[in-house]
Structure formats: structure tokens, C-alpha cells
């Protein structure tokens, strides 16, 4: 079954933050598959643009300033949850730093069955959405609930 929750309220604060933004995706690279097909395309596909590290990365030797870079270039941090990613140490370190640059702006994606909160402890007040069980009602899911925050012109 479909899970999307929101800390606090049925009213989210952070709705009202950021309208417009690019978003950051952490994932492990062992997922990349899944993210490409159902996180990625569906994201970009909509309006929503996306840093995404295999499109935007153009070597290893730049990887670390890249990553960087590319986290400072987004307003939203979307990290994807599974038991790849939390053994993952880039994972573990992006998400660090967005805890600390935008620990408004994150939301977790659940592609397994590791809880957020293995991923780091804060994860488990933040938003999550649950693509384990129907990834096809989830993307659309996902898509909605990312798309109030980013899309200009929604409102949350």
C-alpha cells in the first residue's frame, strides 16, 4: 500500500518555501536503475528538473566538486531509501550536508524495506514516500506531492 506522510499536521510548513527549484538526488549507484525509471524520468517528464549524478557528472576526477556543486545548485534534496543507500557512504554524506544546507527542503524515498530513519535519525520527521509496494500509483503520488513544492504556480 502507498504511503506518503508529512511531519506535524496535515498541513505541511515547508509547502510554502520553495515554488520553484531543482532537486537533488541521492541514491546509491546500485539503484540506478530504479531511480533512472521511476524517480528520474517521471520527475523530468513532468517539469521537474532534476540533478541526477550519471547525467550530470562528466568524469571521476570530478566527481567530489560535482556532487558538490550540484547540491548547492538545488533547493530540494530527495533521497532514495534502501538497504543499498544506507550502506552507502556518498549517501550518507549528501544527506549530512542537506540536513544541514536545507534541512527543510528533504524528502525520502522508500524502495525497500529500510525504515528512513536507518539512513540517518532526522529522516524519520521528514516526508517519505513509500514506492515499495505500487511504484506505479507512488510515481504519481510522488510526482504530486513534489510537484506542490516545486512546480510554479501550485499551491500546497
Not at 527549484?21 to 536503475?33: A, C, M, W
Not at 529500510?114 to 524519520?124: D, N, S
Not at 515499495?132 to 504530486?144: D, I, Y
Amino acid at each position: 500500500m502507498l504511503t506518503i506522510s508529512k511531519p506535524g499536521s496535515s498541513t505541511c510548513p515547508r509547502c510554502n518555501l520553495v515554488k520553484s527549484g531543482r532537486v537533488f538526488i541521492s541514491h546509491s549507484s546500485v539503484d540506478r536503475e530504479f531511480v533512472e525509471n521511476n524517480i528520474v524520468s517521471i520527475l523530468e517528464s513532468n517539469g521537474i528538473s532534476t540533478w541526477y549524478s550519471k547525467a550530470d557528472i562528466q568524469s571521476a576526477a570530478e566527481w567530489e566538486r560535482s556532487i558538490v556543486q550540484g547540491l548547492e545548485s538545488c533547493k530540494w534534496f530527495l533521497v532514495v531509501v534502501s538497504q543499498h543507500s544506507i550502506s552507502s557512504d556518498w549517501v550518507k554524506d549528501e544527506l549530512f550536508w542537506a540536513i544541514d544546507k536545507r534541512p527543510d527542503n528533504i524528502i525520502a524515498v522508500q524502495i525497500d524495506d529500510r525504515e528512513p530513519r536507518q539512513l540517518h535519525i532526522r529522516l524519520a520527521r521528514k516526508q517519505c514516500v513509500d514506492l515499495k509496494n505500487n511504484p506505479q500509483e507512488a510515481r504519481l503520488a510522488s510526482l504530486s506531492l513534489l510537484g506542490q513544492h516545486l512546480l510554479p504556480g501550485r499551491q500546497s
